[in-house]
């Protein structure tokens, strides 16, 4: 059984800052995993936010967000981390945090594994 566990969203004004987390555990070597995060408003298609590699020496993001976020991941506690900072509205959705052993898939047909999403509402 694979589990992908978020928390830390919220309700927070234009220009806050959150810190959501992910917390995997199951059968998987996570080690082997690209980690990543996605978002999806209503109405609106999924939309990838960040990813990092296994050993969590790099990171990619969306043009819509680089700058102001930023992915980690602790491979002792199996969590990975995205702190958000400079809160738009349009930063408003449900945030998931996923799993892929390939980047090139997790960007492109979507990552294997998902977890339930945290939502994030931003007010101006």
């Known amino acids: 059984q694979v589990q992908l566990v978020e928390s830390g969203g919220g309700l927070v004004q234009a220009g806050d800052s959150l810190r959501l987390s992910c917390s995997y555990s199951?059968?998987?070597?996570?080690?082997?995993?690209?980690m990543g995060w996605f978002r999806q408003a209503p109405g609106k298609e999924r939309e990838f936010v960040a990813s990092?590699?296994?050993?969590?020496?790099?990171?990619d993001y969306s043009g819509s967000v680089e700058g102001r976020f930023n992915i980690s991941r602790d491979n002792n506690k199996n969590t990975v981390d995205l702190q958000m900072n400079s809160l738009k509205p349009e930063d408003t959705a449900k945030y998931y945090c996923?799993?892929?052993?390939?980047?090139?898939?997790?960007?492109?047909?979507?990552?294997?594994?998902w977890g339930q999403g945290t939502q994030v509402t931003v007010s101006s």
């Open positions: 990092i590699t296994t050993r969590g020496w790099t990171a």
């Open positions: 996923t799993a892929d052993r390939s980047l090139a898939k997790l960007r492109g047909a979507g990552p294997d594994y």
């Open positions: 199951g059968r998987l070597n996570f080690i082997n995993y690209i």
